[in-house]
């Protein structure tokens, strides 16, 4: 299984951004170890359900942008094998993606034959390729001198190991624990379940001007559904995936709850060439509410295709703003995008009282997005990635650097680093609920561990302070150090509903290239209206506190560190 998808979604543009949990490293660290569980399975007979398949190794935000296409990785020595399988440890195999190293020859020359290029990148520490170029060339490469039995031998190792836990040399596959699974078992009553409860808990509500929503079902005689993505079953899926089991488009969503929704595509496809934008002001102009599903699609971002532009493409806003202009009351935007959009025109549009973001919801996105639209659902969900304004289209996607850059204007990338102006900003998120949260108690760690630790004085480019390497402090003294932190949270209603609680490190310089503050922690809590409840944290200094220096080194800077919950801040220190 080529799962999951684990890159940072360093830049907006990107288009593979939609497969990714986003752009916060503590995100995806937690998704990529429960994604890989989840496929691999639990099976007391220590068999792998599948093998997973964590990509890309290293970052990966470029497909092909302004003629820009990738780098030679599957040639990288440094990186496939002294950083990969030594540093990070990895105990399994590496795979190029589709056709690399065919490519590495026949279209970037980058080595001048194809026993050149097998040999580059089978020495580099690359196990097998998506493809048959290697199996084509590999025995005239041995021929050739180029390669040696041996060079192959370890590659074959590494893949028949993985083999082997998959139980494909223990008698017939079919007969082993997962050996039957088979559609059934995905289309399941529970797995169907677990499809809406995901994509109706990832909806993230941007705007609710004036509590427009949740939209009374009684009151609502009338609906004008309006848009390219509003019945269009395939673009709820995104890219990369198995056949669903079956597909709720938001048009068939919204008729489960409106006897009279009237539908209007505006445009033939999310690329919105040609707008019938009088058919729909007209439409929008004869019904009681009015749904635009806008958006993206396959067509503007996947592999292959980075955007140019952050703002919806071709004639969507001003037929947004003509249905607007035109409707009784505010509409409600339901937007369905893999990656951010600037849609700086909806969020200070009076005549726009409501803003969603579905993401690519899945086959039950449109009974999830029905859902949230007439409250038999609280939305909860928070943005995974900044929402930057069409200006980021300026930085080159060429230049990948996390760190702002103020002598060359230069503005950083991510919540973390990123010091311009944002549409919407990392962990944004509304509810039709209330919620309060606060930090209630704090431990400290028990810094004595580090007397007779000798600290690092960093260089004077960052700063002079002085840190503890990582290393140094160990894992036994690592584990010592943890304490708790505690969290209250409450609802204060009107309605139950599952909230995020987001906890944020900051440092006390965050000069000297550290993140202006740095997501440590979320917990989403099921509360009833009226509720609250307490949340205790594990924080991990070693972990949490440090960061990574310019030479790759990760240190924890001594002195004053500082837990975030929304504005209530615990100092921390850090030193004996």
């Not at 929402?387 to 230069?410: I, L």
């Not at 260089?459 to 140094?472: L, R, T």
């Amino acid at each position: 299984m080529w799962s999951p998808n684990v890159n940072i979604y360093r830049d907006p543009r990107w288009g593979r951004g939609q497969e990714t949990p986003g752009e916060d490293p503590t995100t995806a660290s937690r998704y990529g170890v429960a994604f890989v569980k989840g496929l691999q399975g639990n099976s007391s007979a220590s068999l792998l359900q599948t093998s997973a398949c964590c990509k890309h190794a290293t970052a990966y935000d470029l497909e092909d942008w302004n003629g820009v296409a990738r780098y030679n990785f599957d040639a990288n020595s440094d990186l496939l094998t002294k950083t990969v399988r030594g540093d990070w440890g990895l105990d399994g195999y590496v795979a190029s993606d589709c056709d690399a190293v065919a490519i590495m020859r026949d279209a970037q020359r980058y080595a001048p034959t194809p026993e050149d290029a097998v040999a580059l990148a089978l020495k580099a520490g690359l196990d097998i390729d998506c493809g048959t170029y290697m199996q084509q060339h590999a025995a005239a490469a041995v021929q050739q001198g180029k390669i040696t039995e041996d060079d192959i031998d370890k590659a074959l190792n590494n893949l028949f190991a993985v083999r082997m836990r998959l139980g494909h040399f223990d008698g017939d596959p079919r007969a082993n624990i997962y050996g039957g699974l088979n559609a059934a078992d995905i289309c399941t009553p529970e797995h169907r379940s677990l499809a809406l409860d995901a994509a109706q808990d990832g909806i993230v509500l941007l705007k609710n001007d004036a509590g427009i929503l949740p939209l009374d079902r009684a009151a609502v005689a009338s609906a004008a559904v309006i848009g390219p993505n509003a019945n269009n079953p395939g673009l709820l899926i995104g890219n990369y995936f198995g056949p669903p089991c079956e597909s709720v488009t938001p048009l068939k969503g919204v008729q489960g709850y409106v006897k009279d929704a009237r539908f209007l595509a505006g445009c033939r496809s999310a690329a919105c060439d040609v707008a019938d934008t009088d058919e729909a002001a007209s439409l929008a102009a004869s019904s009681d509410y009015v749904l635009l599903l806008m958006g993206l699609s396959q067509q503007q971002e996947s592999e292959g295709r980075d955007r140019t532009s952050l703002l919806l493409p071709g004639q969507q806003q001003s037929l947004i703003t003509a249905v607007a202009d035109a409707a009784k009351r505010p509409v409600i935007l339901v937007l369905l995008t893999g990656g951010p959009v600037d849609v700086t025109f909806a969020k200070t549009n009076p005549k726009i009282g409501a803003i969603l973001w579905a993401g690519y919801p899945g086959q039950a996105g449109g009974l999830a997005i029905a859902r949230v639209l007439f409250g038999d659902h609280n939305p909860g969900g928070r943005l995974p990635v900044t929402w930057y304004p069409e200006e980021f289209t300026k930085v080159p996607m060429t230049d990948m650097r996390m760190r702002a850059d103020p002598a060359t204007g230069y503005p950083g990338r991510s919540y973390r680093f990123y010091q311009g102006e944002t549409v919407y900003k990392f962990g944004y998120g509304l509810s039709y609920s209330s919620y309060s949260r606060r930090l209630v108690s704090s431990g400290t760690p028990n810094t004595d561990l580090l007397a007779g630790l000798s600290t690092m004085p960093l260089p004077a480019a960052e700063q002079g302070v002085a840190s503890y390497h990582v290393e140094h402090i160990g894992p036994q003294r690592c584990e010592q150090l943890r304490f708790p932190a505690v969290v209250e949270v409450e609802n204060h209603g009107p309605m139950d509903g599952k909230h995020s609680v987001l906890v944020y490190l900051r440092w006390a310089n965050a000069t000297a290239g550290r993140p202006a503050k740095q997501l440590i922690g979320f917990r989403r809590q099921h509360l009833k209206a009226g509720e609250k409840a307490r949340l205790t944290f594990d924080i991990s200094p070693c972990e949490h506190f440090s960061r990574v220096r310019k030479d790759g080194s990760k240190v924890v800077d001594r002195g004053s560190h500082f837990l975030m919950v929304d504005k209530h801040e615990m100092e921390i220190t850090f030193e004996v």
